[in-house]
T-cell receptor
Framework: GQSLEQPSEVTAVEGAIVQINCTYQ??????LSWYQQHDGGAPTFLSY????GLEETGRFSSFLSRSDSYGYLLLQELQMKDSASYFC????????????FGTGTLLAVQP | GAGVSQSPSNKVTEKGKDVELRCDPI?????LYWYRQRLGQGLEFLIY????????KSGLPSDRFSAERTGESVSTLTIQRTQQEDSAVYLC???????????FGDGTRLSIL
């Protein structure tokens, strides 16, 4: 089957850097995505890694190591508005584009 | 253009009733997905449509759940004989194609009394 593990909660202060880890076990892995979801809102796409290495998008970076079945999301220069849940999601399924989501990491940014 | 639109935004119904949820994807997006999110949980895949291919229904939890999509347009998710465990937010997403970012609607919050 498929499973993903990520920490349930992380707390950090404004201006800091935080890393949210994600480990996965799945067959037919095609890539790892990260989504942000504010309380009561829709998930929004942050990044996608299909190959090993680091992808940078502004203050957010995402890393993937396929050999280690591991990835992380790095948030720099944290702002209060970054307080949200962050989900890693594995793309798998061959011809289909199913996403299997982790249970999410609740990030609390404190002043 | 407009994002993914879902309706209704909220639905309260009695146990045993049927409900129909609607999703309007982003124009031109060939792929459409339905997910379920229970309170405090991650997203649970339900069904995936890609163009005119047969849908991937592997995530539907029971035969009370069904979904349709005509071409690359609107999709409806139907839950028959609703049960209290069906209470959740039902999210729809669309993407330009396989392995492209998925864009989510705001969801339908379904409450079964």
């Amino acid at each position: 089957g498929q499973s993903l593990e990520q920490p349930s909660e992380v707390t950090a202060v404004e201006g800091a850097i935080v890393q949210i880890n994600c480990t996965y076990q799945t067959s037919g892995f095609y890539g790892l995505s990260w989504y942000q979801q504010h309380d009561g809102g829709a998930p929004t796409f942050l990044s996608y890694n299909a190959l090993d290495g680091l992808e940078e998008t502004g203050r957010f970076s995402s890393f993937l190591s396929r050999s280690d079945s591991y990835g992380y999301l790095l948030l720099q220069e944290l702002q209060m508005k970054d307080s949200a849940s962050y989900f890693c999601a594995v793309h798998y399924g061959g011809a289909t584009n199913k996403l299997i989501f982790g249970t999410g990491t609740l990030l609390a940014v404190q002043p | 253009g407009a994002g993914v639109s879902q309706s209704p935004s909220n639905k309260v119904t009695e146990k045993g009733k049927d409900v129909e949820l609607r999703c309007d994807p982003i124009s031109g997006h060939t792929a459409l997905y339905w997910y379920r999110q229970r309170l405090g949980q991650g997203l649970e895949f339900l069904i995936y449509f890609q163009g005119n291919s047969a849908p991937d229904k592997s995530g539907l939890p029971s035969d009370r759940f069904s979904a349709e999509r005509t071409g690359e347009s609107v999709s409806t998710l139907t839950i028959q004989r609703t049960q209290q465990e069906d209470s959740a937010v039902y999210l729809c997403a669309s993407s330009e194609g396989a392995y492209q970012p998925q864009h989510f609607g705001d969801g339908t919050r379904l409450s079964i009394l």
